[in-house]
């Protein structure tokens, strides 16, 4: 249905060659773009928190140790690689925030 019609809009009004897509066109399709991401971004988000908390129960551990150790910890991790791949490109002073 509406994945087909919004493909075959932007297949359409694509732009070719050297000529850029009109503001008309792109603006609604980022918008488009952001909605469907931030939807993803939830739903995965929303599954992996209810998968954490299943785990949670079968091990015995209360939510609460659980939001300070494991959900906090797997929050800051992406931070954590970050900095040291910038640290590792040498870029030290990036890598202190």
């Known amino acids: 249905g509406l994945?087909?019609?919004?493909a075959l809009l932007t297949a359409r009004h694509a732009p070719s060659g050297d000529?850029?897509?009109?503001?008309?066109v792109?603006?609604?399709i980022t918008l488009w773009g952001f909605?469907?991401?931030?939807?993803?971004?939830?739903?995965?988000?929303?599954?992996?928190?209810?998968?954490?908390?299943?785990f949670g129960?079968?091990?015995?551990?209360?939510s609460t140790i659980m939001g300070i150790t494991v959900l906090a910890w797997g929050n800051s991790l992406q931070d954590m690689l970050?900095?040291?791949?910038?640290?590792?490109?040498?870029l030290?002073?990036?890598a202190i925030t």
């Open 19 to 24: 000529v850029p897509m009109r503001m008309l």
């Open 26 to 28: 792109s603006v609604p």
């Open 35 to 54: 909605v469907v991401s931030a939807t993803w971004l939830d739903e995965i988000a929303d599954q992996l928190v209810g998968l954490l908390t299943y």
């Open 92 to 94: 030290s002073n990036m």
């Open 3 to 6: 994945p087909l019609i919004s």
């Open 82 to 90: 970050a900095c040291v791949t910038v640290a590792r490109k040498g």
């Open 57 to 62: 129960v079968l091990c015995r551990i209360p």
